[in-house]
């Protein structure tokens, strides 16, 4: 855990992102079937299957 913060209600939304506040979320990214053109075969199979990504606009 890189930070923690007391006293934060977390609501999830119905396709399942985890809503922080205001433009503030979290979301499950999930690795493509094939390699995408700019990466090479390495760096794509270093990747894994899935990760969470923190989307904040402002």
């Known amino acids: 855990m890189l930070f923690s913060v007391k006293n934060i209600s977390v609501k999830l939304t119905l396709d399942g992102e985890k809503k922080l506040g205001i433009g503030d979320h979290k979301v499950v990214w999930n690795k493509p079937h094939q390699?995408?053109?700019?990466?090479?075969?390495?760096?794509?199979?270093a990747l894994p299957s899935s990760f969470i990504v923190?989307?904040?606009s402002g």
């Open 35 to 45: 390699c995408p053109n700019h990466m090479t075969i390495e760096e794509f199979e």
């Open 54 to 56: 923190r989307e904040v």
